[in-house]
């Protein structure tokens, strides 16, 4: 329980704290140079401080008169911002366990959160107290019984992963050995808990560590086929999220409207841009970007091209058919602060590049070296993963528009209640795993933005199978299936056309519930 309690916890405060920032400046910034000056006689963590109050032990000594004066400053700034943070927000998600139950009977799923942990041995000697890292599964089922399974070696199941995912991404890899490497990620995984599962087909997964880099349905069974043809898997950043988002429903009943940006023209530079003395340049001389292994300050910088998205007007026709009233945004359109200015959408589809910077290295000084500011610049995954619009190829469009919508930028967007975002783009579920916080990325930064599902990718996909796979998944949208069925289909279809996983396994579903009542939901 404690582990559900906590995956995800410090980046659902880091939000809460940028949104404050920009909603209540005063009062934060009265909070923040508050517990600023209390940080120099205790020691807490303003990241973790706010809502949580002060640590209480001083460092400055029983003597010092100031600390009784900080300490209450520091707690009434942080109460007055309190005050102001919208209680939905304010709980940063802790559940109550018939709270969660419920969400599971409504469909009979199951819940299993993987931990990947390290194991202590407190009584041997001081140098050996720490041993291997390891993974947990723990399952939760809708009549509340609650089974736990040791998975084994953290290292041997992460080589397994790295092996499936370069096999799995690459359409041009031995089907055989695709198998067999999928096959044994099965054994060390779910395989290990059939005996425990039997017949509970719908799961939902909270993964930890690189197996969150992963889609179950992509591994084989014992008996030879893919999960996906006989489990319905939903992925989830923390079991959390089936009852955090739920408390929002309030915030659905809002939501208007779908939209589509797509085919952004990475060279459009705005004319009032040149106006106020920008000067425009011609596509930049380098590297084609969009590969695995990017740098950041190759992706954010103008030494790369971004290659046109090849969407033409049949397939937009094709995604207003599924989606009636469905609005567009494409070429110089398809801009940032356009899409910053969507508010509450009912479903929102990007066919763009995106991307995830692998290495935390960022641009370069004299003789190839990061410098300390910049290489700090890029500390924050949330920073790392961005999805490329209008401009971005020429430095932005001016006025704050970089041409990049950044994982911190979508944290802070006002999408709460938004049912569905579809990123057709390379690699755009992928991010950092955290021991115990799941992978810090794009995916994270759409929850945290109050998002309820999402399909992105985990690596790059052609552009017409990506037309084919998401159209078919709009369709059976329109057609009523709900959205983790939906996608199912897509993939279980281009599975008979394209049997190599390369070309549907790729597409990673993320949600937080699922019911018979309300399939959009």
């Given amino acids: ?59 400055c000594g029983s003597g010092n008169s100031n600390v009784a004066e900080r300490k209450r400053a520091a707690s009434e700034a942080r109460l ?4 102001a943070v919208p209680r939905g927000e304010r709980d940063l998600g802790v559940v109550e366990f018939e709270e969660l139950l419920r969400s599971l009977r409504d469909g009979g799923w199951a819940l299993i959160e993987i931990a990947n942990y390290r194991v202590l041995r407190p009584k041997g000697p001081w140098r050996e107290r720490w041993g291997e890292n390891r993974y947990a599964a723990y399952i939760l089922f809708p009549d509340g019984r609650v089974e736990s399974k040791d998975l084994g070696e953290a290292d041997r199941i992460n080589r397994t992963v790295t092996t499936v995912r370069s096999l799995e991404a690459d359409p041009n890899s031995n089907m055989v050995a695709v198998r067999r490497a999928a096959k044994e990620l099965y054994d060390q995984t779910m395989g290990q808990l059939e005996g425990v599962l039997k017949d509970q087909s719908k799961l939902y997964v909270a993964a930890d560590g690189d197996l969150g880099l992963i889609d179950f349905g992509s591994l084989i069974d014992r008996k030879g086929r893919w999960f996906i043809e006989e489990h319905l898997v939903v992925n989830l950043t923390s079991g959390r999220d089936l009852v955090r988002l739920k408390r929002a429903d309030a915030e659905r009943k809002g939501a208007r409207g779908d939209y589509l940006v797509a085919n952004p ?168 795993p955290r021991i ?70 790729g597409f990673f579903f993320i949600a937080w519930r699922q019911t018979a009542s309300c399939p959009m939901c």
């Avoid at 007055?80 to 005050?83: G, N």
């Avoid at 011609?282 to 103008?302: E, V």
């Fill in 1 to 59: 329980w404690a582990l559900l309690q906590r995956k995800g916890r410090l980046q659902e405060i880091r939000a809460l704290q940028q949104r404050s920032a920009r909603r209540q400046p005063e009062l934060f910034d009265r909070w923040h140079l508050a517990q600023r000056a209390l940080e120099a006689c205790m020691g807490s963590d303003t990241t973790m401080s706010l809502l949580a109050g002060p640590a209480g032990k001083t460092r």
């Fill in 80 to 83: 007055a911002l309190e005050a």
């Fill in 265 to 432: 023209s990475f060279l459009f530079k705005d004319a009032r841009a040149l106006r106020n003395g920008a000067t425009a340049s011609a596509a930049p001389a380098g590297a084609t970007l969009g590969s695995s292994g990017l740098r950041c300050s190759a992706a954010f910088g103008k030494g790369g091209l971004w290659p046109r998205i090849g969407i033409t007007k049949e397939q937009i026709g094709g995604f207003r058919t599924a989606l009636p009233g469905l609005k567009v945004y494409e070429r110089e359109q398809a801009r940032e602060s356009v899409v910053k200015r969507i508010e509450r959408p009912r479903t929102l589809w990007f066919i763009t590049h995106g991307f995830f910077c692998e290495s935390a290295e960022a641009a370069s000084g004299s003789g190839g070296n990061p410098t300390p500011s910049a290489e700090r610049r890029w500390d924050d995954p949330m920073t790392r993963g961005a999805l490329v619009l209008a401009g971005g190829q020429v430095g932005g469009l001016g006025d704050g528009e970089d041409g990049y919508l950044q994982g911190t930028e979508i944290v802070d967007r006002n999408w709460g209640g938004t049912e569905l975002v579809v990123l057709g783009a390379c690699e755009t579920a992928l991010g950092v």
């Fill in 436 to 505: 115990g916080d799941g992978v810090y990325g794009m995916r994270r930064a759409f929850a945290l933005a109050g998002v309820r599902s999402q399909v992105m990718t985990l690596w790059r996909v052609g552009q017409a199978p990506t037309f084919e796979l998401l159209a078919s998944f709009a369709n059976y949208l329109h057609a009523g299936k709900g959205k983790a069925e939906a996608l199912r289909e897509a993939q279980r279809q281009m599975l008979k056309k394209h049997p190599h996983p390369h070309y549907w396994a």
